[in-house]
């Protein structure tokens, strides 16, 4: 008889398991393995193969940054690479994300990572944050040193007085490190990125936790009101399809685009020349 040892692989997989909203026998159907099976996996009274986490995290629809904890749980090698943007294999994405970039001009496109740091942005972004901050040498030092979109947005001394909707922005802001802060488990750069947006004034007590029962809109408006200047915008996020690297994997092309004339207006006649980057 097996004996049985609980182990960090066990805690994963169930977690993904509850997370995913399956039971092990929805488990069962949807992997192919047998539910008497998975509940010894989950009790620690077998042990998987390699295979069988990898086909686990396909199945429950694990980040790829996950899957690598999940093998490491399970006592095996990280399957899945992380590399610098830079990183030539990488050269042919950022080509094409740069000339998406260039093409989504006079409107302003950037590209973020899962912590919403900034990595890549188009010329119309840059002058539209500079608008907003000013130059980074005049921003206080937490965003003069951060790329931190969520921290730009988010601060007192941010981008936070020009956001006329900006409670209805940032709680959805909020909602989403949250999501990605319960993917990543407690110890993660999420939690602590989360923990410290938290700390932040003027933020409702009720924002802490997440909002699960929020019933979102077709898009999210970002209206912002400076200097007698009116801009509205939605903006689209998109994912790159089926990556094999976790860098990849966990970048996001978000696209703003004005609703109405006068946004568009002002972006094609672009800023003075004091106003850019």
Same mark, same amino acid.
């Given at each position: ?19 995913r909203g399956l039971s092990q026998l929805e488990l069962s159907a949807e992997s192919g393995i047998s ?14 193969? !390699?295979? =069988?986490? #990898? ?16 093998? &490491? ?8 690479? /992380? ?10 994405? =950022? ?9 989504? @001009? ?8 899962? &912590? ?10 840059? !002058?539209?944050?500079?608008? &907003?901050?000013?130059?980074? /040498? ?14 730009? =947005? ?9 956001? @006329?909707?900006? /409670? ?26 989360? !923990?410290? *947006? ?25 209206? *912002? +009101?400076?200097?007698? +200047? ?9 994912? #790159? ?10 970048? !996001?092309? /978000? ?23």
């Amino acid at each position: 008889m097996n004996a049985v040892v609980e182990s960090p692989f066990t805690e994963t997989l169930r977690y993904w398991r509850r997370r995913r909203g399956l039971s092990q026998l929805e488990l069962s159907a949807e992997s192919g393995i047998s539910q008497r099976h998975i509940s010894f996996l989950e009790s620690g009274r077998a042990s998987p193969s !390699r295979e =069988m986490v #990898l086909r686990l995290g396909l199945v429950l629809e694990v980040p790829l940054r996950q899957r690598n904890l999940m093998l &490491l749980s399970a006592g095996f090698a990280p399957l899945y690479r /992380e590399r610098a943007l830079g990183d030539p294999e990488l050269r042919p994405v =950022m080509q094409a994300l740069e000339f998406t970039l260039a093409q989504h @001009a006079p409107n302003p496109a950037i590209v973020v990572d899962r &912590l919403w740091n900034l990595r890549l942005a188009n010329e119309p972004a840059g !002058r539209l944050v500079h608008w &907003l901050l000013g130059a980074p /040498e005049a921003r206080v030092p937490a965003l003069a040193d951060s790329a931190n979109l969520l921290l730009q =947005m988010l601060h007192p001394a941010g981008m936070r007085p020009w956001i @006329a909707n900006w /409670e209805q922005v940032a709680a959805d802001l909020l909602h989403t490190i949250h999501r990605e802060a319960m993917v990543e488990g407690p110890d993660g750069a999420a939690r602590a990125l989360l !923990r410290e *947006l938290l700390t932040l004034d003027g933020l409702p007590a009720e924002w802490r936790a997440p909002n699960l029962d929020a019933r979102p809109g077709p898009f999210l408006p970002l209206r *912002l +009101v400076k200097d007698g +200047v009116a801009l509205n915008f939605f903006t689209a996020i998109t994912t #790159l399809g089926t990556p094999h690297d976790v860098t990849l994997h966990e970048l !996001r092309l /978000e696209t703003f685009f004005p609703t109405d004339d006068a946004t568009a207006a002002w972006l094609r006649q672009g800023t003075t020349p004091e106003h850019r980057p």
